[in-house]
């Protein structure tokens, strides 16, 4: 069974920074990838950013340039950097592993921005 465990979210001043941090753990080998969604009430959950097993990033628009998405030295842990932060990027932020065919999600953890 595959468990996510999000942290580093609460509440920072626009222009602010936070790091979320995701590690996962189970019996997982060779995963696809790993990346961050968010969810701001009443909107569909949304990409901010995915990097692959190879390293390769992916980024929503909207936070490209202010956000970095990197892994951890510990197996299947990722991590987001959001530096700049807006009052828009207020939002639940959900870590999610591909593997195979299947996707993970972690229990996800609050982001709100706000002076």
């Known amino acids: 069974q595959v468990h996510l465990v999000e942290s580093g979210g609460g509440l920072v001043q626009p222009g602010g920074s936070l790091r979320l941090s995701c590690a996962a753990s189970?019996?997982?080998?060779?995963?696809?990838?790993m990346g961050w969604y968010r969810q701001a009430p009443g909107k569909d959950r949304e990409l901010v950013a995915s990097?692959?097993?190879?390293?390769?990033?992916n980024y929503a628009d909207t936070v490209k340039g202010r956000f970095t998405i990197s892994r951890g030295d510990a197996k299947n842990t990722v991590y987001l950097q959001m530096n700049s932060l807006k009052l828009e990027d207020t939002a639940v932020y959900y870590c999610?592993?591909?593997?195979?065919?299947?996707?993970?999600w972690g229990q996800g953890t609050q982001v709100t921005v706000s002076s």
């Open positions: 990097i692959t097993s190879g390293g390769n990033t």
């Open positions: 189970g019996s997982i080998f060779s995963i696809n990838g």
């Open positions: 999610v592993l591909h593997w195979g065919s299947s996707n993970y």
